[in-house]
């Protein structure tokens, strides 16, 4: 069943509706020949409700603002890490635990192979339904989840595997006992061994990237989003909160915050944008993961041809030229 946001209820209408033709279309196919012909006029009727309805839905999606953006990003039925590894990773060998402390099942992790090529992979998971996102903690790792995520970096770099991380997080777990296991060294730790990773790191953001728990799996060579994807510091009802001591505000927020692919590409934060099917990758999962896959083989397939020194420099002289020539 499909979900709709709030601004898509003018379509949810007409697809209501089309849903309604449907059943009378094949109501009257089992009856007789009256009944039949009139199925046909039906059977014309929703055709031209379905063109309405991919040129609404192509029109709206054409025009969202970053608040309606935050809440494609966010919807329920886009693809998640443990859908792209199904479709994309042969042979995928998942790895666990921290050797610290503890498994975090918020961050997945482990090897296998993309277009014949070995890889290290990591990505949050969200969780699809409500004991998935229970037990994922709706993709927000806690300590020993960045602390997994830093051994699989060293693994990555020890045998000479690219690695890739898929970012869909609101931000690092912010509980006490998070707290108390070290969360913010973890994250640092996390980013600092991204940065001097001798192997190619290429990073999608899938759907939402949040403050530095998306950060401590996106310091790589080369950094994706998806058109309808987020990537900010804080999320808007946290940056909402802050400024005017409410969450109601957070459609201002996003405004302000530059949260978008479309804008973060202008500031150079990012380095490509991967086109969305029409709707939102959540209308054509299999389109999407066909094309995320397609990225990630030609990118590593480029970042190959480099050495581990320049893939470092690389890496280094990206993160610090952003900002630096800002056009505001």
Not at 90 to 99: H, N, V, Y
Not at 122 to 133: A, I, N, P, V
Not at 173 to 201: K, M, N, W
Request: overall charge negative.
């Amino acid at each position: 069943m499909q979900t709709y946001l709030d601004f898509e209820k003018p379509i949810a209408a007409l697809e209501a509706q089309i849903r309604e033709l449907r059943a009378l279309v094949e109501e009257g196919a089992q009856q007789g020949a009256q009944e039949r012909e009139a199925g046909i006029d039906i059977a014309d009727n929703v055709r031209a409700l379905e063109a309405k309805v991919a040129t609404q839905i192509e029109a709206l999606y054409k025009t969202l603002d970053p608040w309606q953006k935050t809440q494609v990003a966010r919807h329920a039925g886009r693809p998640h890490t443990l859908d792209y590894i199904e479709a994309l990773v042969e042979d995928f060998t998942p790895l666990a635990g921290d050797r610290l402390y503890g498994e975090d099942y918020a961050i997945i992790a482990g090897l296998g192979r993309i277009g014949g090529m070995r890889v290290a992979l990591l990505g949050h998971e969200k969780g699809s339904d409500t004991q998935g996102r229970l037990h994922h903690n709706f993709g927000m790792a806690r300590p020993e989840g960045y602390r997994k995520a830093t051994r699989i970096m060293e693994l990555a770099d020890r045998f000479g595997l690219p690695l890739i991380s898929l970012v869909d997080t609101a931000g690092a777990y912010p509980g006490i006992g998070a707290e108390e296991r070290g969360q913010s060294e973890a994250i640092a730790r996390c980013t600092d061994r991204s940065l001097r990773l001798g192997v190619p790191f290429v990073s999608i953001i899938i759907g939402e990237g949040g403050s530095g728990g998306a950060l401590a799996l996106a310091s790589a060579n080369h950094i994706f989003m998806l058109e309808h994807s987020i990537y900010t510091v804080a999320s808007p009802e946290a940056c909402a909160s802050i400024l005017w001591r409410s969450s109601q505000q957070a459609d201002v927020a996003a405004r302000a915050l530059c949260i978008t692919a479309q804008d973060l590409l202008r500031l150079k934060v990012i380095d490509a944008i991967l086109p969305e099917p029409i709707g939102g990758a959540h209308r054509a999962r299999e389109i999407m993961m066909e094309q995320v896959g397609n990225a990630l083989t030609q990118e590593i397939m480029r970042l190959n041809a480099l050495t581990p020194e320049s893939l470092r420099e690389q890496r280094r002289h990206k993160f610090l030229e952003m900002g630096r020539t800002l056009n505001m």
